[in-house]
């Protein structure tokens, strides 16, 4: 997608949590007015959707000053509601699952950046 256009995004941990309970979950309805009624797709719907621009400027809020990278454009710095079709995927997955993302995009974007710094820079940054 190109950088202006909102995508979906989700957190790593909440997205293995979607995945354990996929994996749990059985429904062994023959009625499909009941259930399922078998095999099932599940897209992992997060409801919250931002664009690569504003991810990027997101991040480097958080990160120390680089002379050598590219300044981001100013961000709106709000994430942005999903489609329809995320919402009734999120939806489905509560009712299914139990699940929901229980991660913000900007809680998300200080754990995940906070992860790769102290990994990367385990003594501190240079």
């Known amino acids: 997608a190109a950088s202006g256009e909102a995508e979906e995004v989700a957190y790593v941990s909440d997205v293995a949590r979607a995945i354990v309970a996929a994996m749990q ?3 062994d309805s023959d009625d499909p007015s009941v259930g399922l009624g078998g095999p099932t797709l599940m897209r992992l ?3 919250i959707a931002v664009s690569m621009r504003d991810m990027k400027a997101g991040m480097e809020r958080y990160l120390p000053p680089d002379d050598k990278r590219e300044a981001a454009p100013e961000s709106s710095g ?3 509601e999903s489609n329809s079709l995320a919402n009734y995927d999120a939806e489905r997955n509560r009712d299914l699952l139990g699940w929901t993302q229980n991660t913000g995009l ?3 974007t200080r754990s995940m950046l ?3 710094i102290l990994n990367a820079y385990p003594f501190g940054l240079p």
């Open 78 to 80: 709000e994430s942005h």
């Open 25 to 27: 979950f059985r429904d």
């Open 106 to 108: 900007r809680e998300g």
């Open 114 to 116: 906070a992860w790769h």
């Open 45 to 47: 719907g997060s409801n």
